[in-house]
């Protein structure tokens, strides 16, 4: 009974701490409202400026969901690629802002996508079309902050004294159950053996370890490079569009990308798999790529 109520006691606590640590992180990660419609018309007013245009008007700035905003503009405006890139830049760092961020200029009437460009500590810049001047229309901007989970030391200050306490409360049933679980993955492992992969010519491909194995070679994969060659190694000479590894390996996780994106990773899976010349990614202009195995 005594040990049931440490128990009991211990995950309280734990569920206490976490519930203060998650809100005490949101509370320091939140930008203020007022502020950062501030700083997006300070951006269109100063993109007008460098238009030469002192006299039009920014118009009020539009929350489209939780982490995306619009600027537009009274009158029609002409400016090229890199006054937007370097303005967003240079403004977001001097406000200290989110540093990972989607810009997307769109024409008001047909609501497409004229020029894009995304800012990514994580997994790199893309600033496509640099120097093309944008001709004198009427475009609205999209600027799209992608929140990014920060960790807390707070968090590990008051964990890891509760995680001592949960040891020694459940030292005995801990170890025994890690002991079991420990026996039936070796057990699984050997009736298994080297069988759950998929064979990409001199490769195997295991889609749950994420890696490619080519003899006594082994090559790590990321989450996404597994998800890509998976979809690639199911549709093996057939043409798989952009669009389709747009929405399977990014979209569907909430996460909006360019289709630069989709060539960057292919550009991955060629040079991980360079070492058999049976395997060549094909680009399909205007549709996709066709993974080929001759």
Request: with cysteine; aromatic share 8%.
């Amino acid at each position: 009974m005594k040990k049931s109520f440490m128990l009991v006691g211990s995950s309280v606590m734990v569920i206490a701490v976490l519930i203060a640590a998650v809100a005490f992180s949101n509370q320091k990660n939140d930008i203020p409202a007022n502020h950062l419609e501030v700083v997006l018309r300070d951006i269109g007013h100063e993109l007008l400026l460098s238009a030469k245009d002192s006299s039009s008007r920014v118009l009020p700035v539009k929350k489209i969901n939780e982490h995306t905003y619009q600027i537009s503009f009274q009158n029609e405006v002409g400016f090229i690629s890199d006054s937007l890139i370097n303005l967003v830049q240079r403004t977001f760092q001097k406000n200290a802002l989110a540093k990972d961020y989607i810009v997307n200029l769109r024409n008001c009437k047909q609501n497409e996508t004229v020029f894009a460009f995304e800012i990514n500590s994580h997994t790199g810049d893309l600033t496509p079309c640099r120097g093309r001047t944008l001709e004198v229309g009427c475009y609205v901007i999209e600027i799209d902050l992608l929140k990014k989970e920060q960790f807390n030391f707070f968090w590990l200050l008051l964990l890891i004294p509760l995680s001592v306490l949960g040891f020694y409360v459940n030292n005995t049933f801990r170890k025994k159950v890690e002991k079991e679980e420990n026996e039936d993955k070796d057990e699984q492992e050997s009736i298994s053996g080297n069988n759950d992969y998929i064979p990409l010519g001199s490769f195997q491909f295991y889609t749950a370890d994420h890696v490619l194995k080519r003899e006594h070679t082994t090559i790590p994969l990321s989450e996404k490079e597994t998800k890509a060659l998976k979809i690639f190694a199911e549709n093996v000479n057939q043409i798989v569009a952009r669009e389709k590894l747009m929405k399977e390996i990014w979209e569907d996780e909430g996460i909006v990308v360019i289709s630069r994106n989709v060539d960057v990773l292919v550009s991955k899976l060629r040079k991980k798999l360079s070492d058999d010349n049976s395997l060549k990614f094909i680009n399909v202009h205007g549709k996709g790529y066709k993974f080929i195995i001759e």
